[in-house]
């Protein structure tokens, strides 16, 4: 008999073409966040949720021991955890903040601590061992197969809810024999996801899980969705500190800004493990290798164009900061209140510390004035906002990068109708996709591969150059600016890259 070591995370469905790629992640996630959000109860029913356990104590090798245990014997898939805290308010503190990740929580390891702690969750916890744990846990496992896509019907938001409905989710975990490797924790409040907004963890489930397909598929990263209850930024960062043991990595993903600049950099600050916000960062590299080759197309400078942001949020703030490192000089960020400039009533400390680089003229005009004679707009905010009169108003040869998910600013095919010389999109289902599965998988890869536990703005713009290198001259064109996102060879340069 197999003598198993390690517990990895892995996909239940193949994705090798962009149509499954869109099922399982954007666009078609959005379909069962929806449904999640209307009512939190068939989160159970459209993600693994329901045959989700952690396993909590003070020693990660008892937790493994225990999830690999409940694995083999009863099919759960049991996450193992280590608390670095015996304090009963930290223990309720974890278990009440990691509920919507979970249909169980196994805290039997530490019963002597928890007998007396009042949990405030709706999902059963066990405090102490008992005969039959099939009947206590009451999970309900669908992973005896490898979900085969063809299977379904409808358009990509029907088919991807068939899939995740009758898959239970999209990944599982997986026992193995060989020495076990901590998983990345992909951690979410919920807050931000995709271009649904403050959906809450329950409901932003089914997009980590999507993460976590993309991080095992293509970076052959073992990474654990981890949807908390709590959006209080002291919190989310306490939860991770005293959690830190459990994992390789922290993926902070979908949690809105500013929160999110005093998580990610707390935690870079007092973590052991490193810390990478990926909507920032990952976006960031990626935005830039693609900007880099279509200048390089439009026979264009970055110091010399205009280029209009619309967003103001994580991901703009961290491309924005990026385009600036490597020379661009002429930038002016829009965010729901109008342009950004320094001194700004409504500024947040993010926006003031970024006005410091962007809109030296402090201009008050509106988007739809600012974009006249720009050379790049980059849209990371709300959809539909640019219309055909934006684009025919901009310079020669004019940049396009609508970047909200999953309707973009302006869909790609108008935005070329409209006179973009070059149209991106988040979507995978046009062309010059402009997808963060792009970096964060081979990033990750290199970064547990290297044993580096902190991830500098050198090691983004090694990423951002080295993808943008990834298409040569001679395949350069406007409909091809980066690798494809299902480009086996990208995550392995990246990962080369990490150092």
Same mark, same amino acid.
């Given at each position: 008999? &197999?003598?198993?070591q390690g517990i990895k995370i892995v996909s239940k469905v193949e994705v090798n073409d962009k149509k499954t790629l869109a099922i399982v992640y954007t666009p078609g996630v959005a379909a069962s966040c929806l449904k999640i959000k209307e009512n939190p109860e068939t989160?159970?029913?459209?993600?693994?949720?329901?045959?989700?356990?952690?396993?909590?104590?003070?020693?990660?090798?008892?937790?493994?021991?225990?999830?690999?245990?409940?694995?083999?014997?009863?099919?759960?898939?049991?996450?193992?955890?280590?608390?670095?805290?015996?304090?009963?308010?930290?223990?309720?503190?974890?278990?009440?903040?990691?509920?919507?990740?979970?249909?169980?929580?196994?805290?039997?390891?530490?019963?002597?601590?928890?007998?007396?702690?009042?949990?405030?969750?709706?999902?059963?916890?066990?405090?102490?061992?008992?005969?039959? @744990?099939?009947?206590?846990?009451?999970?309900?496992?669908?992973?005896?197969?490898?979900?085969?896509?063809?299977?379904?019907?409808?358009?990509?938001?029907?088919?991807? *809810?068939?899939?995740?409905?009758?898959?239970?989710?999209?990944?599982?975990?997986?026992?193995?024999?060989?020495?076990?490797?901590?998983?990345?924790?992909?951690?979410?409040?919920?807050?931000?996801?995709?271009?649904?907004?403050?959906?809450?963890?329950?409901?932003?489930?089914?997009?980590?899980?999507?993460?976590?397909?993309?991080?095992?598929?293509?970076?052959?990263?073992?990474?654990?969705? @981890?949807?908390?209850?709590?959006?209080?930024?002291?919190? !989310?960062?306490?939860?991770?500190? *005293?959690?830190?043991?459990?994992?390789?990595?922290?993926?902070?993903?979908?949690?809105?800004?500013?929160?999110?600049?005093?998580?990610?950099?707390?935690?870079?600050?007092?973590?052991?493990?490193?810390?990478?916000?990926?909507?920032?960062?990952?976006?960031?590299?990626?935005?830039?290798?693609? @900007?880099?080759?279509?200048?390089?197309?439009?026979?264009?400078?970055?110091?010399?164009?205009?280029? !209009?942001?619309?967003?103001?949020?994580?991901?703009?703030?961290?491309?924005?900061?990026?385009? *600036?490192?490597?020379?661009?000089?002429?930038?002016?960020?829009?965010?729901?209140?109008?342009?950004?400039?320094?001194g700004r009533s409504r500024n947040n400390f993010a926006h003031e510390e970024i006005s410091n680089y962007t809109n030296l003229k402090c201009s008050k005009a509106p988007l739809k004035d600012e974009i006249k004679g720009a050379d790049v707009f980059i849209g990371l905010?709300?959809?539909?906002?640019?219309?055909?009169?934006?684009?025919?108003?901009?310079?020669?040869?004019?940049?396009?990068?609508? @970047?909200?998910?999953?309707?973009?600013?302006?869909?790609?095919?108008?935005?070329?109708?409209?006179? &973009?010389?070059?149209?991106?999109?988040?979507?995978?289902?046009?062309?010059?996709?402009?997808?963060?599965?792009?970096?964060?998988?081979?990033?990750?890869?290199?970064? !547990?591969?290297?044993?580096?536990?902190?991830?500098?703005?050198?090691?983004?713009?090694?990423?951002?150059?080295?993808?943008?290198?990834?298409?040569?001259?001679?395949?350069?064109?406007?409909?091809?600016?980066?690798?494809?996102?299902?480009?086996?060879?990208?995550?392995?340069?990246i990962s080369n890259n990490c150092t």
């Amino acid at each position: 008999m &197999a003598k198993y070591q390690g517990i990895k995370i892995v996909s239940k469905v193949e994705v090798n073409d962009k149509k499954t790629l869109a099922i399982v992640y954007t666009p078609g996630v959005a379909a069962s966040c929806l449904k999640i959000k209307e009512n939190p109860e068939t989160s159970f029913d459209y993600t693994n949720r329901e045959n989700s356990a952690a396993v909590i104590s003070f020693n990660y090798e008892k937790s493994l021991e225990r999830a690999i245990f409940l694995k083999t014997s009863l099919g759960i898939d049991a996450y193992p955890f280590e608390i670095s805290s015996t304090q009963p308010e930290k223990i309720k503190l974890i278990v009440d903040t990691i509920e919507p990740s979970f249909g169980a929580i196994d805290l039997s390891l530490i019963c002597d601590s928890v007998k007396n702690i009042d949990f405030n969750v709706k999902i059963p916890v066990l405090k102490e061992p008992v005969s039959d @744990l099939k009947t206590f846990f009451l999970c309900v496992s669908k992973n005896l197969f490898m979900f085969n896509c063809d299977k379904l019907t409808g358009d990509t938001n029907e088919k991807s *809810l068939q899939l995740r409905k009758m898959a239970g989710g999209v990944v599982e975990t997986q026992l193995t024999e060989e020495e076990h490797i901590k998983p990345v924790a992909i951690v979410s409040d919920g807050s931000a996801v995709l271009g649904l907004g403050d959906i809450g963890g329950e409901a932003g489930l089914p997009v980590m899980e999507g993460k976590a397909v993309l991080f095992q598929e293509l970076g052959d990263v073992s990474a654990i969705p @981890l949807c908390l209850k709590t959006q209080n930024a002291d919190e !989310i960062i306490e939860t991770v500190l *005293l959690l830190q043991n459990s994992f390789s990595g922290v993926n902070l993903e979908d949690i809105k800004a500013p929160r999110c600049f005093e998580v990610e950099n707390t935690l870079i600050e007092k973590a052991d493990i490193p810390i990478f916000h990926d909507d920032q960062h990952g976006t960031a590299v990626v935005v830039l290798a693609a @900007l880099l080759n279509a200048l390089h197309l439009a026979e264009k400078k970055i110091e010399d164009v205009k280029i !209009i942001f619309s967003g103001a949020g994580a991901a703009a703030t961290a491309v924005c900061k990026l385009i *600036l490192s490597v020379g661009a000089k002429n930038i002016i960020m829009y965010d729901i209140d109008g342009a950004i400039y320094k001194g700004r009533s409504r500024n947040n400390f993010a926006h003031e510390e970024i006005s410091n680089y962007t809109n030296l003229k402090c201009s008050k005009a509106p988007l739809k004035d600012e974009i006249k004679g720009a050379d790049v707009f980059i849209g990371l905010s709300a959809p539909n906002i640019l219309n055909e009169d934006m684009i025919k108003s901009m310079a020669d040869k004019p940049i396009v990068f609508a @970047l909200a998910n999953p309707t973009p600013e302006i869909m790609p095919d108008k935005a070329v109708e409209y006179g &973009a010389f070059i149209s991106a999109s988040g979507r995978s289902d046009f062309p010059n996709q402009i997808n963060n599965s792009l970096v964060f998988p081979g990033l990750f890869n290199g970064v !547990i591969k290297n044993n580096i536990k902190k991830i500098t703005n050198e090691i983004k713009l090694n990423c951002a150059f080295a993808l943008a290198s990834m298409v040569k001259e001679d395949e350069l064109s406007r409909d091809y600016i980066l690798p494809d996102a299902l480009d086996r060879q990208v995550p392995v340069t990246i990962s080369n890259n990490c150092t």
